[in-house]
């Protein structure tokens, strides 16, 4: 008989990346729980069309709810008992985080806060919690590194992230449950989000509209494609944190907490490109030019990004490598099929 497959809680799983992670791990074998609040910060008709790709499987099961909803995650906990827990529900955004901040209380304090509790209530194998390479800050010390110091978040939705992985490591300590929170770098891909760059870049330029180019192009991220992402979680999945035996019983470079089952890793290329390059990547794909609005930088955002992916490595022997080119040319092969352009 073969092994009763695992169980996965997924919170955000109409998202961009909950999608992809969901739809990953249905065809690994896994059952797989989603539950998701299908809010209308951008196109709900886009996490509507994510959500009945992944209920064509007979082992993805949904709820639409907010996970800051009191008693829907220690329900759903209790329930299912998943070993494996993937916290990706958020209000995203550096910008939006500006104009409504009190969303990202609501979704990313207090619904973190539940899936804490619940996790304390039912302990998982390992909870996955998603932060951000925004978490830096202004930190100018690159490549970012897990354990180099982070303090002076740049907006408000990096310091609730940051938040969250302050709330995770103290429960974590307290309640024993081995935790990794992955911080990921500009991710993008098929199925991407239309508030993020490469959507409206391409959006805008098949319309025959300028694009917004901030910091009159003098920036560069560290630009990762979402199936290299998805790659990260699922290995990192297999290599919970254990609490260490003695405050010295950490490696250098390692960002395990000396006192808990807790642990950051960078999930990135580790190859930060000039925001004008990845503009002429998909001039390329689309075959067209674009015409470039050079603007100011906008608050609360960065000019570089650039993960440090050695501890990704060491943990799963796994590196991100897709060329931005070719993660280019398939978002763009994607929006042109799913748009009909």
Not at 134 to 150: F, I, R, T
Not at 272 to 288: H, S
Request: proline share 8%; aromatic share 10%; with cysteine.
């Amino acid at each position: 008989m073969p092994p009763a497959p695992h169980t996965a809680l997924v919170t955000g799983s109409a998202g961009f990346i909950g999608y992809h992670l969901c739809h990953r791990l249905l065809t690994e074998g896994w059952q797989v729980i989603g539950v998701d609040a299908l809010t209308d910060y951008y196109e709900v008709a886009l996490k509507e069309r994510r959500q009945a790709m992944l209920l064509e499987h007979p082992a993805f099961r949904t709820e639409t709810s907010r996970i800051e909803t009191p008693g829907v995650l220690e329900r759903l906990f209790a329930s299912h008992k998943p070993q494996a827990v993937i916290h990706l529900a958020a209000q995203a955004g550096v910008r939006y985080s500006i104009e409504n901040p009190e969303s990202y209380v609501e979704a990313n304090l207090i619904g973190t806060f539940r899936l804490l509790e619940a996790a304390r209530a039912h302990p998982p194998a390992h909870m996955l919690l998603a932060s951000t390479s925004s978490a830096y800050g202004a930190s100018l010390e690159m490549p970012y590194a897990e354990a180099q110091k982070a303090d002076f978040q740049m907006s408000f939705y990096a310091a609730t992230k940051k938040a969250n992985e302050a709330m995770a490591h103290s429960y974590a300590h307290l309640y024993d449950l081995p935790t990794t929170m992955f911080r990921f770098f500009t991710v993008y891909g098929p199925w991407g989000r239309p508030d993020m760059a490469l959507f409206k870049f391409t959006k805008a330029i098949l319309e025959g509209q300028p694009i917004d180019i901030y910091n009159h192009g003098q920036m560069r991220r560290d630009f990762t494609y979402v199936d290299d992402l998805i790659d990260g979680i699922i290995r990192l999945i297999d290599a919970p944190p254990a609490r260490p035996t003695s405050p010295e019983g950490v490696s250098e470079g390692d960002s395990l907490s000396p006192v808990a089952p807790f642990r950051i890793v960078n999930i990135g290329n580790s190859e930060p490109v000039p925001l004008m390059d990845f503009i002429k990547a998909v001039e390329a794909a689309l075959g067209q030019p674009a015409q470039k609005n050079y603007m100011a930088m906008q608050p609360g955002d960065v000019p570089a990004t650039w993960a440090d992916t050695k501890l990704l490595e060491h943990l799963t022997g796994y590196r991100p490598a897709t060329p931005v080119a070719e993660g280019v040319a398939r978002f763009v092969a994607w929006y042109r099929a799913y748009y009909g352009v």
